[in-house]
């Protein structure tokens, strides 16, 4: 029977915890439960939601893998009076250890920003911040293999993350090639449209613009293209149970896992 920290192992292998952007920021690894303890089923989500846990327990999965951390910020008390409170107490009455990837899963080669990058078709792919090597770090930018205008581009975003609700910030008709790309909440600071910039990006694809960002891309005549968080994070979820399928594969571990079939987007 395999262990909680044998697929610790294998995700260490897949996201070094050392890749993580900033670990006094980030909270990544073991969030709750036993290393020690056995494992026959894994669920992977982004998020450790109600519905999440709930289907843990229902489908007898020892453990989760998510994305997003559960407990991100430093907590003084578990209580079942509160929601975060009432999944760890769940967590850990059902047995069920909680493991997140974060910042790490971003950064690191062939993780969340080159699955995107790489979707896009994009070529001659590089970190836009290669902090860890020239082939991982914070972000990514690459070019198109022709030219397009930003409501094309804007288009196969919409298609490939199943997003309804693609934005643009900039001229739609605008011509780009260089493309740059950050998962997640990229919108939130001007040094990451800076940073597009410097690398000669004509467009930027990332979530979460804040208005001071949007106006700050505009005059400087970049363009944002902004698919929501959720999706442009959620749709890496597949990849990752397959690469945690092969390794078990090549380690002769026999586990059981699954994709979240209970997740919603909280925004409609």
Not at 94 to 115: M, P, Q
Not at 119 to 135: E, N, Q, S
Not at 195 to 204: E, F, P, R, S, V
Not at 222 to 242: D, G, S
């Amino acid at each position: 029977m395999s262990k909680i920290k044998d697929v610790i192992d294998i995700m260490k292998q897949i996201a070094p915890e050392e890749f993580a952007y900033n670990k006094e920021y980030d909270n990544i690894g073991l969030i709750v439960g036993d290393p020690e303890a056995e494992v026959e089923r894994v669920l992977c989500c982004l998020d450790v939601t109600d519905n999440v846990l709930d289907e843990a327990v229902k489908v007898g999965a020892n453990m989760i893998i998510s994305h997003h951390p559960m407990i991100f910020r430093p907590i003084k008390n578990i209580s079942a009076a509160d929601s975060q409170g009432r999944k760890i107490i769940k967590a850990i009455q059902k047995g069920i250890a909680i493991y997140a990837a974060h910042t790490n899963l971003d950064f690191v080669r062939d993780g969340i920003n080159d699955f995107l990058a790489n979707a896009l078709g994009l070529m001659d792919i590089k970190p836009l911040d290669p902090y860890i090597d020239d082939t991982a770090g914070f972000g990514r930018v690459g070019n198109l293999s022709v030219r397009t205008n930003c409501m094309a581009l804007k288009a196969e975003v919409k298609a490939l993350l199943k997003d309804d609700y693609v934005r643009i910030v900039g001229e739609p008709n605008r011509e780009v090639k260089r493309i740059a790309v950050i998962n997640g909440a990229g919108g939130g600071d001007i040094s990451y449209v800076d940073m597009a910039m410097q690398a000669g990006a004509d467009c930027l694809i990332t979530a979460d613009v804040k208005h001071h960002v949007a106006v700050y891309a505009y005059d400087n005549k970049i363009t944002i293209i902004e698919p929501q968080h959720f999706t442009m994070e959620h749709a890496y979820i597949i990849r990752l149970v397959k690469i945690l399928k092969m390794e078990c594969v090549a380690r002769k571990i026999k586990l059981e896992i699954l994709q979240s079939a209970t997740e919603v987007n909280p925004r409609f």
